[in-house]
């Protein structure tokens, strides 16, 4: 099992920046996928950026702009969102796969225009 804490979330202008973290309950080199997805209203739950095996994955609509990144020593996956739009608001939740799928609470972003 895998417990998954996300935060860092907030209401941040259009141009600017965030970063999420997800702490997760177990090492992460165990954990065969790990990343965030994100969800919008009205909306179905999206691929953001992810750590799947040895590659790393982005949305075309966040490519340039968003870094995931990792830190082993704390099982924390990172997401660093630069240069942010109104169209990334959304709740972002933190997913992985270790024998089942995982989803974290979720933390809203909002980015006003």
């Known amino acids: 099992q895998v417990q998954l804490v996300e935060s860092g979330g907030g209401l941040v202008q259009a141009g600017g920046s965030l970063r999420l973290s997800c702490a997760a309950s177990?090492?992460?080199?165990?954990?065969?996928?790990m990343g965030w997805y994100r969800q919008a209203p009205g909306k179905e739950r999206e691929l953001v950026a992810t750590?799947?095996?040895?590659?790393?994955n982005y949305a075309d609509s966040v490519k340039g702009r968003f870094t995931i990144s990792r830190a082993n020593a704390k099982n924390t996956v990172d997401l660093q969102m630069n240069r942010l739009k109104p169209d990334d608001t959304a709740v972002y939740y933190c997913?992985?796969?270790?024998?089942?799928?995982?989803w974290g609470q979720g933390t809203q972003v909002t980015v006003s225009s």
């Open positions: 997913h992985a796969y270790y024998k089942g799928t995982y």
């Open positions: 177990r090492s992460i080199f165990s954990i065969s996928a």
């Open positions: 750590f799947t095996g040895g590659n790393t």
